[in-house]
């Protein structure tokens, strides 16, 4: 009965097995194809994290990983200490959260707005002008608000004209927060508006049929048929933004900050960046960075367990 036993086992074990063999032999020519991108996420992403131990030592350049001196959770603990971690903080919350607020407003107004257009070759050419600003890069755009934001820029040179004394917006710290979220609603709010429309797209024309047939208008359809039909999308998109609270953009904020507005423009990324590697406190700035990084961590998972309940929106 053992031996029998035995047998049967082996052969449920190679019955499991075959599958997956005949799986890779029928589809081995694409996990070639998957190899190379696996390399390089292995390389670039994971490797790494190796030197994430370095915010739990003071790490001595000269001495390497190995020969530093281990010294606990002390740098996390002077990240609550300085005022300067404090406010890169609130900036970087601050930012963000206007910015994931306005980006979700702002695309779903005009998703809206040009779905009322009927012209297709007016709507095409819209929709094109508002998409393409996505594919510019920080730096494009830096540059460009810099010659029309700048002390002998387009604004101030009209502000001259109408005898206004000329204003440095990129250099004023209560300025700084409004022009980086509009900036960035400006290059971006495009994209959004695509996933809207598409969205807009898949609802179902019966129902904008029924709804005039009982004597709604356009108004009350959108109102009643249209937007019904996007919230789906916009729950989806509204909680995905939630792991980016921490998240206000580094390039953008790199190519426009001074240090006239470090008060209200420096965020957590900046931050990490000038403290890490040029000011060489590499400890502290890796503690800084793994302590945004946890959070973002918790809170995208947080945020995909709720587009999941609440949309049914679920990624793996």
Known sequence: MDAATTVNKQKKKVKRKRPWRKEFQRNWPLYVLLLPALVCVIIFNYAPMGGLVMAFQNYKPWLGILGSEFIGLENFRRIFEFPESYQAIINTIIIAVWKIVLGLVVPVITALLLNEVRQAGIKKGIQTLVYLPHFLSWVTVAGMLKDILGLDGIVNVFLEKIGIEPIFFLGEASMFRQIAVVSDLWK?????????????????????????????????????????????????????????????????????????????????????????????????????????????????????????????????
């Open 188 to 316: 971006g709010f495009g994209f959004g508006m695509i996933v809207y429309l598409a969205a807009i797209s898949n609802i179902d024309p019966n129902l904008y049929e029924a709804a005039e047939m009982d004597g709604a208008n356009r108004f009350q359809q959108t109102l009643h048929v249209t937007l019904p039909g996007m919230l789906p999308m916009i729950i989806v998109m509204a909680t995905l933004s939630l792991g980016n609270v921490l998240n206000a953009g580094f390039d953008q904020i790199f190519n426009l900050y001074s240090p006239l507005t470090y008060s209200t423009g420096d965020i957590i990324d900046t931050y990490v960046y000038r403290q890490s590697l040029l000011n060489g406190q590499y400890s502290f700035g890796t503690a800084v960075g793994l302590f945004k990084s946890g959070i973002g961590l918790v809170l995208t998972v947080v945020s995909y367990r709720i587009a999941y309940k609440v949309a049914g929106y679920k990624i793996f």
